[in-house]
């Protein structure tokens, strides 16, 4: 069962996290027994800690730091947004028959009026968050423009031809894609949320896992607070609350 620990260390910023977490959350302030080594959702000088590893030796320094990020112009919201090419990405592009040299030269998709940059969308204590990953090729972003659907992998961007497109109305759309191996896919994309921008993408031939995930503008970054995964090395994602797709779009459908 998780315990509000209130400590007189951390009254002054009581106002600022009541705001986002209920009277159920553990938060433990700045008196933590050990800031090396925090597990659970943590005050430690002014920031929210998830996780905090730090290992030391006389000779090196070994860290990881996740934590809650609400500067809007720290670093890392400028690096989730950019959606710059390097020139391993132009050639990855290339290689599948799509050659262009920066994002903004792309068409945005005008049949369906909706954005062309896009970031993920996570869940926290009924919360949501983007985030900044500890591996590059992990930060999910997705390029809708008027001809290819470009998705980051592990290796590089991947670009999908966009075959048709078809709309009930301007809340949902959906896409037939084609992949290099002249596979066919199909994207669904559903406004669930119009003030924040909040869309599910869909792809319904996915197993069960990879069949959904939230996604926003984006341009939208700054109305979130940004989860960063941050060290001297790889670590591991953090794992995010599970989403009922099923029930989030039924809701979106009464």
Known sequence: MKILIVLLAFLATGSFLHAQYSET????????????????????????????????SEEWTDYNYLYIDTNRSSKFYSWLTSFDFDEYDKGSLENYGTNVDRADDLKANSASGLPKKW??????????????????????????????????YMDGPMPFQILSHMTSDTASHSF???????????????????????????FPNEIERYRYRLFIPAD?????DLVVNTGNHKA???DFDSIDFELLLSKDKQ
């Open 220 to 224: 939208r970054a700054t109305d979130f």
């Open 119 to 152: 970031i993920p969308l996570y869940s926290l204590n009924d919360k949501y968050y983007i985030y900044k990953p500890s591996d590059f090729g992990n930060a999910g972003r997705r390029i809708l423009s008027d001809s290819v659907f470009i998705k980051w």
């Open 25 to 56: 959350d553990t938060v433990v302030g700045d008196t933590v027994s050990n800031p090396d080594d925090i597990t659970t959702l943590s005050l430690y000088h002014d920031t929210l800690f998830l996780r905090r590893k730090v290992v030391r």
């Open 236 to 238: 591991w994602e953090y």
């Open 176 to 202: 037939e894609l084609e992949v290099y191996d002249g596979q066919k896919e199909t994207l669904n994309i559903q406004l669930i949320d119009e003030t924040r921008q909040i869309y599910v993408f869909e």
